[in-house]
């Protein structure tokens, strides 16, 4: 209690760390809540200045009601085991960082405007005033919320001469016990009313739930997705808006809203690149007392599997000189299907595709022209390296010409030398290393040659 300078100030803090028996009150899967304790704001005349019906020792009594509802909110409610209380006009100071604060019609301790305490959830404060109709002494206690400004409860009763301040204030409390029952049934009131408050959706009896309908997703799957929140006390948040995200494909609809159930579905339709992946679910909220909104949620890692089949696309070109009189170039391409058989360990890789390749050269009055196919095949296996990075592995097993046909144009004349048909053989025995990611690509050139070639991993998602 600070009132008067000759009165002693109130303990500053005071934590309750007990179980409770499961109660409307209940605090095990609900988080207890935090009470700055204040003054009443005492409106009685001084009768050393005012004359009046009140002696000087009944007047300083007054001040001594804060106390009597402070003790008896410590001891005799049954609800106290959940509430943490703190001194009043101490949280203010830490949360205005003033080195004192006294604020009242008596310089008492009273709450601050709503808003500006981050410190607690709820106040309890009050008045002590004679009533305009009869002049009779009452008191009211009151308990609101530090963000909102709201009443959560408010009690009434007429001042008792006869007994203490103390006492008084003990008689008065017994109107706002079981305190944190009236507090949860105001919190719940707020959630039924308005659809951004909860009770507390992280915590321990809360759930935010992600759930694919299968663990492990193939590359370009489709699949539903359900979500469910579940506030701390095991009621379902309905009508809450939530946002989904993830690496690794993406949400149709991404955007959300529970229905009364607290659960949405929606649709994850996977990219092409296996891997391991995090869904994110999010949402914001607000808790009873508070106008802030704060950011809650969820994450659920997944799969994406490669699946059974992939194409290994081929390109080249390489240009010839022959005998130092013309030279021929060639341009070259193919798909090569490959199949991965899971069941092998490691998974083994099968490739076969057609390449097809043109040339053109000129010498003098003379100019080439041909074409040439031929089919390649590779063999591999599928491999990890230590962090886990999924890699395809490749060597060309086969190369065998398909034949084509080729041709020299010296003015009118043409001559088809399907014998001498050049063979893009220049193909050289090397081993491929791919990232199992979608366009990943490997180049190489020839050393002492105009020849290049490129392989790129094209993963099937149909």
Not at 15 to 35: G, M, N
Not at 89 to 100: G, N, P
Not at 188 to 205: F, L, M, Q, T
Not at 452 to 458: D, E, G, L, Q
């Amino acid at each position: 209690m600070k009132t008067l300078k000759n009165i002693i100030s109130f303990t500053l803090l005071l934590f309750f760390f007990h179980s409770v028996l499961a109660q409307d009150w209940e605090c095990k899967d609900c988080p207890k809540r935090k009470i700055g304790l204040f003054d009443l704001d005492v409106w009685v005349k001084n009768p050393a200045n005012f004359p009046s019906d009140i002696s000087q020792s009944n007047w300083v009594e007054m001040f001594m009601v804060a106390g009597g509802i402070h003790d008896a909110l410590f001891n005799d409610d049954p609800s106290k085991e959940c509430l943490n209380y703190y001194d009043g006009q101490m949280a203010v100071i830490a949360d205005l960082d003033e080195q004192i604060y006294q604020h009242g019609n008596t310089n008492t301790s009273l709450p601050p405007p709503s808003g500006t305490m981050d410190g607690v959830d709820y106040l309890v404060s009050g008045i002590i005033a004679n009533q305009e109709s009869d002049g009779a002494t009452i008191i009211k206690a009151f308990v609101q919320t530090s963000g909102t400004g709201e009443t959560v409860v408010e009690a009434s009763i007429a001042y008792d001469f006869s007994s203490s301040g103390i006492q008084n204030g003990k008689n008065i409390a017994q109107q706002l016990t079981p305190l944190m029952s009236k507090i949860r049934a105001f919190e719940k009131k707020k959630r039924n009313e308005d659809n951004e408050v909860c009770i507390d959706p992280e915590g321990k009896g809360a759930s935010i739930e992600i759930k694919p309908e299968k663990e492990i997703i193939k590359v370009g799957e489709t699949v539903n997705v359900k979500v469910k929140l579940i506030d701390c006390d095991g009621i379902p948040i309905k009508n809450m808006k939530i946002k989904l995200s993830s690496k690794g494909g993406s949400f149709e609809p991404e955007n959300l809203t529970t229905n009364d159930s607290g659960e949405a579905e929606t649709k994850f339709i996977a990219d092409c690149d296996p891997g391991i992946y995090n869904q994110i679910i999010e949402f914001e909220h607000r808790f009873p007392y508070s106008f802030d909104k704060n950011t809650s949620g969820s994450d659920e890692d997944f799969e994406i599997e490669a699946g059974d089949k992939f194409q290994l696309i081929y390109k080249h070109t390489s240009k010839q000189e022959y005998g130092g009189m013309f030279l021929l170039q060639s341009t070259g391409n193919g798909e090569i299907p490959c199949t991965i058989n899971w069941d092998s360990k490691p998974p083994t890789i099968k490739g076969s595709g057609v390449v097809k390749a043109t040339w053109s050269g000129n010498a003098d009055q003379c100019k080439f022209v041909g074409n040439s196919s031929f089919t390649l095949e590779f063999k591999g296996e599928v491999i990890y390296n230590e962090t886990g990075l999924a890699q395809i592995k490749l060597v060309k097993s086969n190369i065998s010409p398909l034949g084509g046909e080729f041709k020299i144009i010296c003015g009118t004349i043409t001559q088809t030398v399907p014998e001498s048909m050049p063979i893009p053989a220049l193909e050289e025995d090397r081993i491929l290393i791919f990232k199992f990611l979608d366009g990943d690509t490997n180049a190489f050139d020839v050393p002492e040659t105009d020849t290049h070639y490129s392989y790129k991993i094209k993963l099937d998602c149909k």
